[in-house]
């Protein structure tokens, strides 16, 4: 049986005994973890292990893991990592420190997360921010010089598909225009398309190489006016597979945040027809998991190769010693200190 087309939050830091049930039943493409189901390290390796189990197939097992104000595993069994515009402000002075430092503290980080079974983590943000918008992106993203993003957005990426994690760029095409927080509000951005063209969107159009993406819940009136681009059809092949030119797995952002409106059905069901390979549900919460999953069919055609082409990209390791991890941890922090 195939996987089906949605990921889901889970509940606590065990694998409860209707959580197991689901997962089998449901076959979710993968499962996501948030501080709520973080305690400590074994305990975080077995509830994945119960999760991919329960799931019966190859599943994505991913976290938001970003560094900054955007890290679920952290102090006391896992070091701090500086927020993104800290390699930003590293790269005015030294443009090639700067993008190793990034690729050093990546690839530290995915030792951490490939340790503890993840394959995935959902960095690094490549949104441009600008003067006036909602500070929901702020440190997270690299600056506010396109350059810059691509630079340090990709070497991250590598850093961390050299430790085994797959990155996911987010949020595409873009959220740093946006003048409202999406986990709170529909944004919405009247910018021209040609310079969204020649900006937010550029550094996904530089590294759409890169085998995932998560999208943003915003509305572009120069793209479509009536719908967020996670739910806009003309926003995902004309922006994100057509000007962007990105053919990886593109996963929505969380379904539950209220830019989004309808029931939770109707969201995901308009996600996926709108373009989405995978439909995104974090809060755990069964009855809402539920509702998402009725709505995800199995992943077939297009979605299932690119599902299959992220799980590829998802290699062994390159040698790294927890010693070696720990000194390019501590270059990293020096560099930015």
């Known amino acids: 049986m195939l996987q089906r087309a949605f990921i889901c939050g889970l509940s606590g830091l065990t694998l409860s005994l209707g959580e197991a049930d689901f997962l089998t039943a449901a076959r979710p ?79 530290a980080m995915a030792y951490d997360l490939h ?38 957005g990709g070497a991250v990426a590598e850093g961390l598909l050299a430790g085994g994690i797959l990155p996911v760029m987010k949020h595409i095409p873009g959220h740093g225009r946006a003048k409202a927080d999406s986990h709170l509000a529909l944004p919405v951005v009247d910018t021209p398309l040609d310079e969204l ?15 995932m993406a998560m999208t943003a819940h915003v509305v572009f009136t120069g793209v479509d006016a009536d719908a967020p ?45 709108a373009g989405c390979d995978v439909a995104l549900h974090c809060n755990g919460k069964m009855e809402e998991v539920a509702a998402v999953a009725l709505a995800s069919p199995p992943l077939e055609g297009p979605a299932l190769r690119r599902f299959e082409a992220a799980l590829a990209a998802c290699r062994e390791p390159e040698a ?18």
């Open 29 to 107: 493409a993968g499962v996501i973890l948030f501080a709520r189901n973080v305690q400590s390290p074994e305990q975080v390796s077995r509830l994945i292990e119960d999760a991919r189990e329960a799931a019966q197939g190859e599943v994505l097992v991913l976290v938001d893991q970003e560094g900054g104000r955007v890290q679920r595993l952290s102090a006391p069994y896992w070091p701090r990592y500086p927020a993104a515009r800290a390699f930003g402000l590293l790269s005015g002075k030294d443009r090639e420190r700067a993008a190793n430092t990034a690729r050093l503290c990546a690839r």
């Open 115 to 152: 340790a503890l079974g993840f394959n995935t983590t959902c960095a690094p943000v490549l949104d441009v921010p600008v003067p006036g918008a909602d500070n929901v992106i702020g440190d997270r993203a690299y600056g506010g010089d396109i350059e810059t993003v691509i630079a340090l």
């Open 197 to 211: 063209q020649a900006s937010d969107f550029a550094p996904f159009r530089a590294l759409n190489h890169l085998p």
């Open 229 to 273: 681009v996670t739910v806009s059809a003309k926003a995902i092949g004309e922006v994100i597979r057509g000007f962007i030119g990105f053919d990886g797995l593109l996963m929505s952002d969380d379904l539950s945040m209220r830019a989004l409106s309808g029931t939770l059905e109707e969201r995901t069901r308009a996600s996926l027809a």
């Open 320 to 337: 790294f010693a927890r010693e070696e991890a720990e000194e390019a941890r501590a270059e990293a922090l020096a560099a930015l200190a």
